[in-house]
């Protein structure tokens, strides 16, 4: 069988497929990239809170693919204050990564 520009229906297939891999590992190499630059940025702004003397932590976090921040109580032995996003909306996430791998059949 042929399609209207006359090829091979198969070739079309294959070139879809080609675009498609092509894709995803363009988008994979922006994940990795942006990973890289949310880690790199989180330290230098650890750095900076540290020379303040703030207690704020940054940091990357995979389950997200973002940042965490974490406050603590210097006066209180360094207890967690607050966290954003909070513990909870983290595995909201997480789950919600894992259902939506469930549904199209792949891991996010």
């Known amino acids: 069988m042929v399609n209207s ?5 198969k070739q079309d297939s294959i070139q879809a497929s080609n675009t498609r891999a ?8 922006d994940e990795m990239h942006t990973r890289g630059e949310l880690i790199h940025t989180a330290k230098e702004i650890n750095k900076k809170m540290e020379h303040i003397g703030a207690d704020i932590n940054f940091s990357y976090n995979d389950d ?3 940042l965490v921040v974490t406050v603590k109580d210097p006066s209180n ?3 967690v204050i607050r966290e954003i996003p909070s513990k ?3 595995e ?7 259902v939506v791998g469930l549904i199209f059949d792949k891991e996010v």
Do not use: D, F, P, W
């Open 77 to 79: 032995g360094g207890k």
């Open 5 to 9: 520009a006359g090829r091979a229906y």
């Open 88 to 90: 909870e909306a983290i």
């Open 92 to 98: 909201l996430t997480k789950k919600m990564h894992e």
């Open 22 to 29: 092509a894709n995803s590992a363009q988008v994979q190499r």
């Open 64 to 66: 997200i693919g973002g």
